[in-house]
């Protein structure tokens, strides 16, 4: 039998109580107890602690590089934030200057709000399923609160 497919025997004793039964690994048979025996060379079983170890390694590049990439991420939109702010500044300047030269201009009223679209994004890369999780709650949250608020919305 072989380790890297982790192939077992099982004695007879150990079906009947396997929801009970320990499950051990040994390279020898066990005798009168109820585990799970795998037999394997020493070649095998060194090679299986190699490929676990190497991927042990390969997930923690994989983690700094996801690390790496969120830091870039937060440096963008903290060093974009002035120019948002510059942005909402001068629109709204623009809007008060319209406002008070009475020009009539539709996108400029102030009306109530009667309709509201929400757009959902959700990633779709590896590793974001809790990410996925929360941004689909934040959604259903903010439906709740529009409901609340009595007012239609749309989700795409």
Request: charged share 25%.
């Amino acid at each position: 039998m072989s380790c890297s497919h982790l192939s077992t025997a099982w004695s007879s004793s150990a079906l009947a109580s396997s929801a009970s039964s320990t499950r051990r690994r040994s390279s020898a048979p066990r005798s009168g107890g109820s585990g799970l025996v795998v037999r394997c060379s020493l070649r095998e079983l060194r090679s299986r602690i190699d490929s676990v170890r190497n991927t042990q390694k390969i997930t923690e590049a994989m983690k700094l590089v996801a690390a790496a990439k969120v830091r870039r991420a937060q440096e963008a939109v903290v060093s974009s934030r002035p120019f948002s702010e510059a942005l909402v500044e001068v629109l709204y300047n623009m809007n008060q200057e319209i406002q008070t030269e009475d020009i009539d201009l539709p996108l400029t009223r102030t009306r109530p709000v009667k309709k509201v679209a929400l757009v959902v994004l959700t990633g779709e890369r590896g590793l974001c399923g809790s990410f996925n999780n929360n941004v689909l709650k934040k959604a259903d949250t903010r439906i709740d609160e529009l409901k609340q608020l009595g007012l239609e919305y749309t989700s795409s």
